[in-house]
């Protein structure tokens, strides 16, 4: 749905130019959430906000649906991709609901259309209308104002949505809860998200691929399994940095470990479903008491057993994934920096 | 411009008057203002009617506040200074309370930690670090007083506003052109002056406040 | 004093349609001179905010131009403009650009640069920034200019006499030639008087004015 073809900017100063994104080309399929996460400096927000225009690019082309960006409008285009930032940029002389309201404004909708439409998004990002739509931004609390601006990003229901560590801003524990709600929300919605963030545990939280930049060039572009044991480059494993193990254990799934079912294998034994993550298998297992049988079954989407994996391979694969992080992350990232 | 090049002694004396003019208006204004922003910040009460009075005196136009004083005070420089120091009065207390509050709570908490008494933490703490802030209010009172007072040569105080005053009468735009740059000139001048003291002074502070 | 005030309240009823007359004119001047001011100023503001290399020159010039004597400025419209009402105003609405100008162009920089990036990444045009955005945002700010703009040129319109401009100066002048207080005070007084209404009056209008949620020291 977005493509990026060998975009680059370089930035000129003192007659020197700095390349802040270098040849980046990915994809981004309709209704994913799409992270880009890398240290500062890395271009992600640079690469993010190329796509909304308020980059210039030096070199490439983005096309989005298969239109190069440069032909549209700028301001029509900007119109139809929702943006939410870090510090908010609500209006501080316009009312919780008018913020909402402000693109639905800008495209002439009558004033009833605008609050009803408020009013809407306002309870889809857990802030009831009754309590907030006529409050002032100062009035509300950081993770609130956050909602508001996620509300407004959403108001004229725009395919794509641009987030530029729009939870940085906000304490950890605030956060945690920001960030369920917008998997509930995406969950509801399915839009297509580009998500800055140097946090990478919320980009494993959130992503469906995760695109790890650094240096304004892609290190590595993947499924959070992916990165986790396919890692592409050791500045990728050093970048997760610790708790690999542990994150191994919640991203990936059985299906991916999973076995070919051997020829006599017996027809007993749980069956789970190839989506559950191994942690989560573990947790199933351990809640259903004793061992049925040798070992579980992996079953696909549609339920058909294709899989399988002996008790004593599944403890196997436990052991392999916590083994990494035995492995000290601290070497990985020196060798990695000395690359 | 040609009465500068022209009569070269009689800008320098007005020019002299000028500055005698507002050199002790702003003087007087800060040994009232400064120690009446000090007690604001001591008695807060105070702050509204103080501040209240201070800027009705400010928002009177300078004529007439000259007019008004004239019968108590005659005409002369008495009047003049009079007026200026009420004007500057608004700037001068309400930088030296903004001084004073701008000064870190926990810079204050260390020294009363160490032991120091309330007039000890003022002169030794306050006044210092307020110094820059206070500093910005006289240069804004000075370039203001120094363009109220060429209107004062009307009542007799003399200074620059005379060639103006006297230009107009006259017809001769020489001397009003020759005033206008000469206090022109002695603002901006003043101005520069009180911004390099303040950045000498914000460094200093600085350096000491490590 | 208080003889001197009774006296003074004589006189003006004594002379009241000349009184009213040379108070409107004052007021005229003032009004007018603001007005078309702002017509010049707040322009001047958008374009020094969106030039970078205007803004630098266009406010050194304000500056600059603030230091020059009000007086001086009246007396050198007289070889170009001669005397009267229009030298007068003239002279005072230049007067009244510079702190509009000022305020303008600072209240519309200092925009949040995060808001005015929300803006733009949602789709405003440049005009529907300056006015959704810049403009109400900055609002505090210029009417604080246009409070200042005011309440100078009460002040300044009693100069205005100098050259003929009329207003209450006239009085002050007589009163200053005549050596006479009720004269003097009959002019003087009400023009402080103004100049606090105003500075207070504006105060008020400022409240209902700027934006609900802009207001500094609401809650």
Same mark, same amino acid.
């Given at each position: 749905?977005?493509?990026?073809? %060998?975009?680059?900017?370089?930035?000129?100063?003192?007659?020197?130019?700095?390349?802040?994104?270098?040849?980046?080309?990915?994809?981004?399929?309709?209704?994913?959430?799409?992270?880009?996460?890398?240290?500062?400096?890395?271009?992600?927000?640079?690469?993010?906000?190329?796509? +909304?225009?308020?980059?210039?690019?030096?070199?490439?082309?983005?096309?989005?649906?298969?239109?190069?960006?440069?032909?549209? +409008? *700028?301001?029509?285009?900007?119109?139809?991709?929702?943006?939410?930032?870090?510090?908010?940029?609500?209006?501080?002389?316009?009312?919780?609901?008018? +913020?909402?309201?402000?693109?639905?404004?800008?495209?002439?909708?009558?004033?009833?259309?605008?609050?009803?439409?408020?009013?809407?998004?306002?309870?889809? *990002?857990?802030?009831?209308?009754?309590?907030?739509?006529?409050?002032?931004?100062?009035?509300?609390?950081?993770?609130?104002?956050?909602?508001?601006?996620?509300?407004?990003?959403?108001?004229?229901?725009?395919?794509?949505?641009?987030?530029?560590?729009?939870?940085?801003?906000?304490?950890?524990?605030?956060?945690?809860?920001?960030?369920?709600?917008?998997?509930?929300?995406?969950?509801?919605?399915?839009?297509?998200?580009?998500? *800055?963030? %140097?946090?990478?545990?919320?980009?494993?939280?959130?992503?469906?691929?995760?695109?790890?930049?650094?240096?304004?060039?892609?290190?590595?572009?993947?499924?959070?399994?992916?990165?986790?044991? /396919?890692?592409?480059?050791?500045?990728?494993?050093?970048?997760?940095?610790?708790?690999?193990?542990?994150?191994?254990?919640?991203?990936?799934?059985?299906?991916?470990?999973?076995?070919?079912?051997?020829?006599?294998?017996?027809? /007993?034994?749980?069956?789970?479903?190839?989506?559950?993550?191994?942690?989560?298998?573990?947790?199933?297992?351990?809640?259903?008491?004793?061992?049925?049988?040798?070992?579980?079954?992996?079953?696909?989407?549609?339920? +058909?057993?294709?899989?399988?994996?002996?008790?004593?391979?599944?403890?196997?694969?436990?052991?392999?994934?916590?083994?990494?992080?035995?492995?000290?992350?601290?070497?990985?990232?020196?060798?990695?920096? %000395?690359? | 411009?040609?009465?500068?090049?022209?009569?070269?002694?009689?800008?320098?004396?007005?020019?002299?008057?000028?500055?005698?003019?507002?050199?002790?208006?702003?003087?007087?204004?800060?040994?009232?203002?400064? @120690?009446?922003?000090?007690?604001?910040?001591?008695?807060?009460?105070?702050?509204?009617?103080?501040?209240?009075?201070?800027?009705?005196?400010?928002?009177? @136009?300078?004529?007439?506040?000259?007019?008004?004083?004239? @019968?108590?005070?005659?005409?002369?420089?008495?009047?003049?200074?009079?007026?200026?120091?009420?004007?500057?009065?608004?700037?001068?207390?309400?930088?030296?309370?903004?001084?004073?509050?701008?000064?870190?709570?926990?810079?204050?908490?260390?020294?009363?930690?160490?032991?120091?008494?309330?007039?000890?933490?003022?002169?030794?703490?306050?006044?210092?670090?307020?110094? @820059?802030?206070?500093?910005?209010?006289?240069?804004?009172?000075?370039?203001?007083?120094?363009?109220?007072?060429?209107?004062?040569?009307?009542?007799?105080?003399?200074?620059?506003?005379?060639?103006?005053?006297?230009?107009?009468? =006259?017809?001769?735009?020489?001397?009003?052109?020759?005033?206008?740059?000469?206090?022109?000139?002695?603002?901006?001048?003043?101005?520069?002056?009180?911004? =390099?003291?303040?950045?000498?002074?914000?460094?200093?502070? =600085?350096?000491?406040?490590? | 004093?208080?003889?001197?005030?009774?006296?003074?309240?004589?006189?003006?009823?004594?002379?009241?349609?000349?009184?009213?007359?040379?108070?409107?004119?004052?007021?005229?001047?003032?009004?007018?001179?603001?007005?078309? $001011?702002?017509?010049?100023?707040?322009?001047?503001?958008?374009?020094?905010?969106?030039?970078?290399?205007?803004?630098?020159?266009?406010?050194?010039?304000?500056?600059?131009?603030?230091?020059?004597?009000?007086?001086?400025?009246?007396?050198?419209?007289?070889?170009?403009? $001669?005397? &009267?009402?229009?030298?007068?105003?003239?002279?005072?609405?230049?007067?009244?650009?510079?702190?509009?100008?000022?305020?303008?162009?600072?209240?519309?920089?200092?925009?949040?640069?995060?808001?005015?990036?929300?803006?733009?990444?949602?789709?405003?045009?440049?005009?529907?920034?300056?006015?959704?955005?810049?403009?109400?945002?900055?609002?505090?700010?210029?009417?604080?200019?246009?409070?200042?703009?005011?309440?100078?040129?009460?002040?300044?319109?009693?100069?205005?006499?100098?050259?003929?401009?009329?207003?209450?100066?006239?009085?002050?002048?007589?009163?200053?030639?005549?050596?006479?207080?009720?004269?003097?005070?009959? &002019?003087?007084?009400?023009?402080?008087?103004?100049?606090?209404?105003?500075?207070?009056?504006?105060?008020?209008?400022?409240?209902?004015?700027?934006?609900?949620?802009?207001?500094?020291?609401?809650?």
């Amino acid at each position: 749905m977005i493509v990026l073809e %060998h975009v680059s900017k370089t930035f000129t100063s003192h007659g020197q130019s700095v390349p802040a994104v270098d040849d980046v080309s990915l994809e981004v399929g309709e209704g994913e959430l799409h992270v880009l996460i890398g240290p500062s400096g890395s271009g992600k927000t640079t690469t993010m906000r190329m796509i +909304n225009r308020l980059e210039t690019l030096t070199s490439g082309r983005i096309l989005i649906d298969g239109r190069d960006i440069q032909t549209m +409008n *700028v301001v029509e285009l900007r119109r139809g991709i929702g943006y939410v930032i870090q510090q908010g940029g609500l209006f501080p002389h316009f009312t919780v609901a008018d +913020n909402v309201a402000v693109v639905p404004r800008l495209l002439g909708w009558t004033r009833q259309k605008r609050r009803q439409r408020a009013e809407e998004l306002l309870a889809l *990002v857990g802030l009831p209308p009754e309590q907030f739509a006529n409050r002032y931004p100062r009035e509300l609390s950081g993770g609130q104002q956050q909602r508001v601006g996620v509300a407004r990003a959403l108001a004229v229901d725009p395919p794509i949505v641009l987030m530029d560590e729009p939870f940085g801003a906000v304490d950890p524990i605030t956060r945690k809860q920001l960030q369920r709600e917008l998997r509930r929300i995406q969950a509801e919605v399915r839009k297509t998200i580009v998500f *800055v963030t %140097h946090d990478i545990a919320e980009a494993f939280l959130l992503g469906d691929r995760i695109v790890l930049m650094a240096q304004g060039r892609i290190v590595q572009d993947g499924t959070p399994s992916d990165l986790l044991r /396919n890692p592409a480059d050791p500045f990728v494993t050093a970048f997760i940095g610790e708790d690999r193990g542990l994150r191994a254990l919640q991203f990936t799934s059985l299906g991916e470990v999973a076995r070919p079912a051997p020829p006599g294998a017996l027809a /007993n034994g749980m069956v789970l479903p190839g989506t559950l993550s191994i942690l989560e298998a573990g947790r199933e297992l351990g809640v259903h008491g004793d061992a049925i049988g040798d070992g579980i079954w992996v079953s696909d989407d549609a339920g +058909n057993p294709t899989g399988y994996l002996t008790y004593q391979q599944f403890a196997a694969v436990l052991g392999e994934t916590l083994a990494a992080d035995a492995e000290s992350p601290h070497d990985e990232l020196v060798h990695a920096i %000395h690359h | 411009m040609r009465y500068i090049i022209d009569h070269p002694e009689r800008m320098l004396e007005l020019t002299q008057e000028h500055v005698r003019l507002v050199a002790i208006s702003i003087v007087v204004a800060m040994v009232i203002g400064i @120690p009446l922003g000090i007690l604001i910040t001591r008695l807060r009460w105070l702050e509204d009617s103080l501040i209240g009075i201070t800027g009705v005196l400010y928002t009177v @136009p300078s004529l007439a506040l000259f007019a008004i004083l004239m @019968p108590y005070t005659g005409l002369g420089r008495t009047t003049v200074i009079v007026a200026l120091v009420l004007y500057s009065l608004l700037a001068i207390v309400r930088n030296t309370v903004a001084g004073i509050d701008d000064v870190p709570a926990a810079t204050l908490d260390a020294a009363r930690g160490m032991g120091m008494t309330g007039s000890q933490r003022l002169l030794l703490v306050e006044l210092p670090l307020a110094l @820059p802030v206070v500093l910005a209010g006289v240069r804004v009172a000075t370039v203001a007083a120094v363009g109220i007072a060429t209107v004062g040569a009307l009542l007799g105080a003399g200074g620059l506003g005379r060639l103006i005053f006297d230009g107009i009468s =006259r017809g001769n735009t020489d001397r009003i052109v020759a005033g206008a740059l000469g206090a022109s000139v002695l603002a901006l001048a003043a101005d520069w002056t009180l911004a =390099r003291l303040g950045d000498v002074l914000r460094r200093d502070v =600085r350096l000491n406040a490590r | 004093m208080f003889a001197d005030l009774a006296q003074m309240v004589a006189y003006i009823q004594d002379n009241q349609d000349t009184f009213l007359e040379l108070l409107t004119e004052h007021v005229q001047l003032t009004a007018v001179s603001v007005v078309i $001011g702002l017509l010049i100023a707040l322009p001047l503001a958008v374009v020094a905010s969106r030039i970078e290399l205007l803004a630098k020159p266009l406010t050194w010039l304000a500056a600059i131009g603030q230091t020059i004597p009000s007086i001086a400025i009246l007396g050198l419209m007289l070889p170009f403009l $001669g005397t &009267g009402f229009m030298p007068a105003l003239f002279a005072l609405t230049i007067r009244a650009v510079l702190p509009i100008f000022l305020n303008g162009y600072v209240g519309i920089r200092s925009t949040d640069r995060a808001i005015v990036d929300a803006a733009r990444g949602m789709g405003a045009s440049d005009a529907q920034l300056l006015l959704m955005v810049e403009l109400p945002l900055a609002s505090p700010v210029l009417f604080a200019g246009i409070k200042t703009a005011t309440v100078q040129n009460i002040g300044l319109a009693t100069l205005a006499a100098f050259i003929g401009g009329g207003g209450l100066g006239d009085l002050i002048l007589q009163g200053l030639g005549m050596v006479d207080p009720p004269v003097l005070l009959a &002019g003087a007084v009400p023009v402080a008087l103004l100049a606090m209404a105003a500075e207070v009056g504006l105060g008020r209008l400022q409240r209902v004015v700027v934006p609900a949620g802009l207001q500094i020291g609401t809650r």
